[in-house]
């Protein structure tokens, strides 16, 4: 309880310091936050409702042909990478957590038009929010990391860009196949809907 309570007194910190930071202190405090968050999350130890389960399906990933068939072509490459270069399942773990925190980055940079003050604030809600997104991120690990991913592609369905996000929805799918349900915002895209209107129904959607 304690280190989590410290967790949160540092990235509390950095967002009261970024406000009073010029644009390069700024972009190095977002860095470090988003540096303890790739950290804390890659390192944990049996902290999550798929841990245990995940360290499993590792372990077994390649022996057993039906829990091939039940995992995504990401998890199932990555272990067998991890583990040929004799790499346990923790490396997995550090993975998953590199690519959620780097993409929901590369998102906040994109709507935030790179304001790194409102992107620390940003990495802060991800973790204080209601709906918890951080915390569960290690519980539904590789469910969030599709959803981060979506998130960071939906800028091309904005940009009407489709292709691209055709192939980034096939990335996310990766990680987990409900990815694909997303195409349909498509054609959803293509109403001439107020962005915010936009947004909106992309938010109810992912939460159905």
Known sequence: M????????????????TCFADRRQQRMLSYIV??????VSGVRFM????????????????????EILKIEPSFYFLAKVLKHIEISYQGMFLFYSFIQI????????YWLNNDYKK???ALCCFCFLPF?????????????TSVIIFLYSAKFLFERKYL??????????????SALLTLLYIPVANISWKKCYSI????IGLFL
């Open 2 to 17: 304690f280190f989590w309570f410290c967790l949160d007194m540092v990235i509390i910190l950095c967002v009261i310091l």
């Open 119 to 121: 992107i620390t604030v």
């Open 47 to 66: 902290v999550g409702g798929d841990y245990a389960s995940f360290a499993a399906v590792f372990c077994d990933s390649g022996e057993n042909i039906a």
């Open 132 to 144: 918890n997104a951080y915390w569960e991120s290690m519980n539904t690990v590789r469910e969030m």
């Open 164 to 177: 691209k996000y055709i192939l980034w929805t096939f990335v996310a799918a990766c990680f987990h196949y």
């Open 200 to 203: 909106l129904c992309i938010m």
């Open 102 to 109: 780097l993409f929901l980055y590369k998102g906040c940079q």
């Open 34 to 39: 988003a540096t303890v968050l790739v950290f």
